[in-house]
């Protein structure tokens, strides 16, 4: 007799949360690998990025958002737009709290858009590696009160304190469902995608003020033994910080990125970065289109 069928849950859980709160960072950790990059910076995440953790008996889908926030200008509305559409459909929500931080308006306004979803919601109380139990219980109090939620985990994205926990949470949310991905995939997104974001993180790394808001990063190339990959910025002076004192700057990008990517592609690879400058870019939009934004 064939063996029967074993049930699998699968389905899709929209994260969401204030900037910086760490929602990437969660998303890498509950997928066992980075699909997301990190930063100080806020604006980090531009797009949703499907995180996926796979089981032997489950796939869950963790859309990692940018978040919320009042659009300035194409970029910023195309991203809010991406959050709300995100919410639609989705089997759960993981709202992001930072342990650190008052609990304030800002996730108040985020309360009120997903505890109206009529979907489980999972509260996490992130970063409590950097505080004391006493505070850590206190901050859960604080956001219990946000709403109607269907539980509440401490964890640490950072340490992995409490993430096999919440992971578990999270999967007994979803229904009985088929495989959305192949079962080794981790991420939505394309290689050359990929790519880009990790040069964009290491550029958001070492660059501060304005200049990180203003970095693209397009893939123009991706052959056997090379990458080339475009930096757009919006002014000259943006230019000459990426670039460096002789190319120093965008040579560090590289450096930095080249591993990341190698171990992505399997293969060792040359990376060839120019930085080009765009002027506003973040406005116009075919050149976000272009972008995938
Ligand atoms: N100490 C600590 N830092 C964290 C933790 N999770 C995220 N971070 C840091 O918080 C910052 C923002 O993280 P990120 O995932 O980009 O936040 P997002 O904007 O919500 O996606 C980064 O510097 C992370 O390294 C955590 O559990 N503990
Ligand atoms: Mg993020």
């Not at 990437?24 to 996926?52: E, H, M, W, Y």
């Not at 996490?124 to 219980?137: E, M, P, S």
């Not at 394309?190 to 990180?212: G, H, M, N, W, Y």
């Amino acid at each position: 007799m064939p063996a029967p069928e074993r049930e699998m849950k699968s389905g899709f859980v929209a994260v969401a949360g204030r900037p910086n709160v760490g929602k990437s960072t969660l998303v890498n950790a509950l997928c066992g690998g980075k699909v997301a990059i990190v930063s100080d910076k806020p604006q980090t995440t531009r797009r949703r990025i499907f995180g996926i953790a796979n089981g032997d008996d489950y796939q869950l889908v963790l859309a990692d958002l940018p978040g919320f926030q009042r659009p300035r200008d194409a970029l910023t509305e195309h991203m809010q737009r991406t959050v709300d559409s995100s919410f639609e459909d989705v089997d759960a929500v993981l709202f992001v709290l930072d342990a650190r931080d008052r609990i304030g308006a800002g996730d108040r306004f985020i309360a009120q858009r997903v505890f109206g979803l009529g979907v489980p919601v999972v509260i996490a109380v992130n970063k409590v590696d950097r505080l004391k139990g006493g505070h850590i219980a206190s901050q859960m109090q604080t956001g219990s009160v946000l709403g109607d939620f269907h539980a509440l985990h401490p964890v640490s994205a950072k340490t992995g304190d409490g993430v096999a926990e919440l992971r578990d949470e999270l999967v007994g949310l979803l229904p009985e469902g088929p495989l959305y991905f192949p079962p080794d995939q981790r991420t939505d997104l394309s290689d050359e995608a990929q790519i880009a974001e990790l040069i964009r993180e290491k550029a958001l790394r070492l660059t501060r003020e304005e200049v990180p808001h203003a970095i693209s990063v397009e893939v123009q190339e991706l052959e056997e033994k090379l990458v080339r990959a475009a930096l757009y910025v919006e002014t000259d002076s943006q230019k000459q910080i990426l670039v460096g004192k002789g190319g120093a700057m965008v040579r560090q990008i590289g450096t930095e990125a080249r591993p990341e990517i190698e171990a992505l592609l399997g293969r060792s690879v040359f990376i060839d970065l120019q930085v080009k400058v765009r002027p506003r870019w973040r406005r116009d939009e075919a050149m976000l289109e272009r972008l995938g934004l």
